[in-house]
């Protein structure tokens, strides 16, 4: 598929298959996350695969909707704040280069005919505790991966017009 048709068809996955996922269909995924540009190209990330199945119980204290743990994986992204490239005001880009790595697992997903849902709004301690994370690295974004078991609603966005500001 092009990528307008798979930017148009991605949605938030809700519902999943408990089918496994085979090997190389994975691989791809995280091949796209490898490749993602970050700043500077400083790759100061970290992608975990959760095998759902193992970890129903410890999912559910990191996000506690049951479609989270449905799919038969759970990918997080951790960034990894010393790693990250600065900018000159301090902004460091470490969320930044996290949605970008968590985007590009979605896109080649979706392109796979995987689902994915976007989660943000994940207990950080409990993520923290379940990975083992050391202190120099945050927990950023996860997603469920899995074969969709919904179909997409209708996608509700504003206006170009309200987005997009030309400078002239």
């Known amino acids: 598929m092009d990528f307008q048709e798979l930017i148009t ?3 938030s996955v809700r519902n999943y298959k408990t089918d496994d ?4 269909v994975l691989d791809k995924v995280l091949e796209a996350a490898r490749l993602a540009p970050t700043a500077a190209n400083r790759q100061s990330f970290k992608v975990f695969v959760i095998k759902t199945a193992k970890f129903k119980d410890e999912l559910k204290k990191i996000y506690p909707r049951e ?6 994986y759970v990918i997080g992204v ?6 990250n490239w ?8 470490m969320d930044v280069d996290a949605a970008i790595v968590m985007d590009h697992i979605i896109l080649a997903a979706a392109d796979l005919g995987l689902g994915t849902c976007w989660i943000g709004a994940f207990d950080a301690d409990a993520a923290r505790q379940f ?3 050391p202190q120099n690295m945050e927990p950023i974004v996860f997603t469920p991966l899995g074969y969709p078991a919904d179909s997409p609603g209708r996608k509700i966005r504003k206006s170009i ?3 997009v500001v030309y400078k002239k």
Do not use: H
Not at 86 to 93: I, S, T
């Open 21 to 24: 996922i085979p090997a190389d």
């Open 86 to 93: 600065v900018r000159r005001d301090g902004k460091n880009y």
């Open 161 to 163: 017009d309200e987005l």
């Open 131 to 133: 990975l083992a994370l």
């Open 9 to 11: 068809k991605r949605y």
């Open 67 to 72: 479609w989270f743990s449905q799919a038969p």
């Open 78 to 83: 951790c960034g990894i704040p010393e790693g």
